[in-house]
């Protein structure tokens, strides 16, 4: 599971690679982890009450990496950081509903390798070679303070080679595809939650 990824570019730099106003985000680059607070593209649903009567513009908003889990989790301390299933009841209502789904900017995600003999397990670091920045698929829960998980899928030959059996859903660079995440129905949306081609990643070093 990702647990850390970074995103080296500033709010207007994420703004041009998505065709979006920034609107002064703070944002200036870094790493986010979980219970960090992470940039995140919505369709500008929030705070507008009533029937959607026509799409709105995006944006780029605040969320915190990770979301509180079901009542009867465990460890109710313990945030959400991914989804896995998304036909549980608990993320089913948000995923069919785009107005919770985002688009989560990074440049780069860490997974945890397969240790060596008498060895620690150590970071791996992939970023997409055709995409500087790119967008995890991403949905967004509404509580005291709205956080978001990041939608895994299979994993694709380089992942499985670092010895992991699910990855981050990264969506292809094109805008039809980012409207799809954000405004389709959830027929067209899942059609996205492939593995990224290995041959489209490359390993980076932090």
């Not at 920034?22 to 649903?45: E, K, L, N, S």
């Not at 799409?55 to 945030?79: I, N, S």
């Not at 055709?130 to 978001?148: H, K, N």
């Not at 292809?172 to 799809?180: E, I, K, L, R, S």
Request: net charge positive; hydrophobic share 45%.
């Amino acid at each position: 599971m990702t647990m850390l990824y970074r995103l080296d570019a500033d709010a207007p730099a994420i703004g041009r690679a998505f065709g979006i106003n920034a609107r002064g985000d703070p944002w200036t680059g870094g790493y986010i982890a979980p219970q960090g607070f992470a940039p995140v593209i919505t369709a500008g649903r929030e705070f507008i009450a009533g029937p959607m009567q026509e799409r709105q513009p995006w944006r780029m908003v605040p969320r915190l990496w990770g979301v509180p889990p079901p009542p009867a989790a465990p460890d109710p301390a313990r945030l959400v950081l991914s989804v896995r299933n998304t036909n549980s009841p608990f993320w089913i209502g948000n995923l069919r509903n785009p107005e919770f789904r985002c688009l989560v900017p990074a440049t780069a995600f860490m997974e945890w390798g397969r240790a060596a003999p008498n060895d620690k397990r150590r970071q791996h670091w992939f970023a997409c070679a055709d995409q500087p920045i790119f967008a995890m698929a991403g949905v967004w829960m509404d509580s005291e303070v709205p956080g978001l998980a990041l939608l895994t899928t299979t994993p694709n030959a380089a992942l499985k080679q670092a010895g992991r059996d699910a990855m981050p859903a990264i969506l292809p660079p094109d805008t039809g595809a980012w409207t799809d995440w954000l405004h389709g129905g959830w027929d067209k949306a899942s059609r996205l939650l492939q593995p990224y081609s290995s041959s489209l990643m490359q390993s980076v070093e932090r």
